[in-house]
C-alpha cells in the first residue's frame, strides 16, 4: 500500500532546520539532566526501582486529601514522603512514597509508619492495595544494569550493521538512535518524570525500532546506489527517503496511535512505558530522516574533499 505517488521533498535542503531543532532539545534535556544531578544527585528522578525505598498504594472509601495525608505523615514522623494521586479520577487511591533508605532494616518499617500514621492522625479509611520495597544496594545494581543493557544493544547494533552494510552506516544509525535516547530521557528531566524498568524497557523498545526504521532507508539508499551510480548522493538520498515516506508513515503512524491511546486509557501503572514510546516513536521516525541520513552525505562529502573518495556501498545484484 502506498500512500504518497511521486513525493519529491528535498529532505537534505532542510538539514540545518533538523539540526537546530536537534540542539535545542538536546541542550534543553542535558540542562535540565544537569541540574538533577546538582540537586538529586542523578540525572533523571529515579522510581523506587532505582533508588530504593517504599512504595505504598492506598485507596480511600472517600476522596483523599494530600495535604492532609502530608500532614498526616508528618506528625507521625515520617518526613519527606512524596505523595501523589495514583489511578484515574473516582478512584480515590493515592501513591505515597518514603525516601531512600540507607539502612535496609529500616525498609519494612516504612509501611507500618505509614499506616498507623493514616489510621491515627487521618479519618478516612484505607486499604493497602500495594507495597514496592527496594533496598538502596537492588537499587543501584538494577540502575547499573539498566545502564549497560542499553549500552550493549547500541554496540550490538553498531557491530550487526559494520558487517551487513559497512562501518558509516552502522555509526549513523547508533548516532541516530542515541540521539533518541538523550532526547527522550531529556524530556523525562524537563517534565520532572520518574525513570522506572518499565520506562528502562520502553527506551530499549524504541532503540530496536528507530534502528529498524533507519536500516530501511539505508537499505533503499544501497539498492538506489546500484542502480543509479551517477546520480548526486544528495538527491539519492532524497529519492531513496521519498520512496520509503509511505512506509514510514503507516508504520510509524499507526504504532503511535496504539501507544497514545496507551498513555491516555492505560492508567498510571502504564504511563511512564507508553509515555516514553509516545516520544521515542516521534523522535525515533525524525532522526531516521533528519540524523541518520544526513550522516552519510556529511561522511561521503568529507571524503571527497579529502580525496579519499566516496566508498559508500551499493547492494549487490540479486542472482537469478
Known sequence: MELFHGVNVDWLGKKW???????IF???????MGMHWAKIGSPVPLGVDFRGGTQI??????????NLIRQATEAAGVRDAKIQTYGGGGTNEMLISLPEQTNEAALDAGRTQIENALRTHYNNPF?????????PTVGHQLERQA?????????????????????IYGVAAVVAVFHDTLITVGI???????ISLTVIAAILTLVGYSMNDTIVVFDRIRENLRLSRREPLPDLVNR???QTLSRTVLTSGLTFLTVLSLYIFG??????????LVVGILIGTYSSIAVAAPMLVAWQEWRSGSGKGVALPAAKRSKA
Open 17 to 23: 532546520y533538523f539540526l537546530g531543532f536537534s540542539l
Open 26 to 32: 538536546s541542550i534543553a534535556g542535558i540542562v535540565s
Open 57 to 66: 498504594q492506598v485507596q480511600f472509601q472517600q476522596t483523599p486529601d494530600a
Open 127 to 135: 486499604t493497602v492495595r500495594n507495597v514496592q520495597v527496594v533496598g
Open 147 to 167: 545502564g549497560l543493557a542499553t549500552l550493549y544493544s547500541l554496540l550490538g547494533m553498531l557491530i550487526y550493521l559494520w558487517f551487513r552494510f559497512q562501518l
Open 188 to 194: 523525562f528531566a524537563l517534565l520532572d518524570k520518574e
Open 240 to 242: 531513496s527517503i521519498n
Open 267 to 276: 492508567g498510571q501503572v502504564l504511563n511512564g512505558f507508553s509515555f516514553a
